[in-house]
Nanobody, 124 residues
């Protein structure tokens, strides 16, 4: 059974940090690009970051560039999203997803598997 389990969300003050984890099971994660998306109340789901497997290429949305870092550990079947200098506008439900390709994927429709979300709230 294919599963992506995201965790690590929580409540943090502006300027703080959180690290999200996405653990994969039921498929060969090394053959997939892994992305993180977020959805704030009343807004569409947007792509935040993606990491390929071919050469470990990464993509970041402009809104998080320089603050977030995505990484993967295929041996642990885990992808991480380190989020630093968090802002209130980063508040959203964050979900990870897997696309059967070795390249960067930015379009939601290209993803094959989705995990459940984890809530991130940035507030003082």
């Amino acid at each position: 059974q294919v599963q992506l389990v995201g965790s690590g969300g929580g409540l943090v003050q502006p300027g703080g940090s959180l690290r999200l984890s996405c653990v994969a099971s039921g498929f060969s994660m090394e053959d997939f690009a892994i992305g993180w998306f977020r959805q704030a109340p009343g807004k569409e789901r947007e792509g935040v970051s993606c990491i390929s497997n071919g050469y470990g290429s990464t993509y970041y949305a402009d809104s998080v560039k320089g603050r977030f870092i995505i990484s993967r550990d295929n041996a642990k079947k885990t992808v991480y999203l380190q989020m630093n200098s968090l802002k209130p506008e980063d508040t959203a439900v964050y979900s990870c997803a897997a696309a059967r390709t070795l390249t960067i994927v930015t379009m939601k429709r290209e993803y094959d598997y989705w995990g459940q979300g984890t809530q991130v709230t940035v507030s003082s």
